[in-house]
Nanobody, 125 residues
Framework: QVQLVESGGGLVQAGGSLRLSCAAS????????MGWFRQAPGKEREFVTA????????YYADSVKGRFTISADNAKNTVYLQMNSLKPEDTAVYYC??????????????????WGQGTQVTVSS
């Protein structure tokens, strides 16, 4: 089992920045893919970004490319999401997720076995 705990959400004005953290505990592995998804009210959960722990390769949704950065501190078993130039449309609950299989289908939420509880990010205009 793997436990994921997110932190760092909050309220920020448009153009501002936030950094989310996801601390993992339990049976983690360097083969994991760690991802961030978000879900706004009335919308489906959508892929934001992911990182392959073994290689450090990163992947981004087009909507956040150039504004968001995912990183991992494997020694601390923590993944970070630095969000800059935030827009009101970034408002959502952000979830951290772990895929033990290291799938290359990292945009699909059902590839991930473990999820955090979510953290709210609200961007005001």
């Amino acid at each position: 089992q793997v436990q994921l705990v997110e932190s760092g959400g909050g309220l920020v004005q448009a153009g501002g920045s936030l950094r989310l953290s996801c601390a993992a505990s339990g049976r983690t592995s360097s083969s994991y893919v760690m991802g961030w998804f978000r879900q706004a009210p009335g919308k489906e959960r959508e892929f934001v970004t992911a990182i392959r722990r073994s290689s450090g390769n990163t992947y981004y949704a087009d909507s956040v490319k150039g504004r968001f950065t995912i990183s991992a501190d494997n020694a601390k078993n923590t993944v970070y999401l630095q969000m800059n130039s935030l827009k009101p449309e970034d408002t959502a609950v952000y979830y951290c997720a772990a895929d033990p299989s290291g799938s290359y289908d990292y945009t699909r939420w059902y590839e991930y076995d473990y999820w955090g509880q979510g953290t709210q990010v609200t961007v005001s205009s």
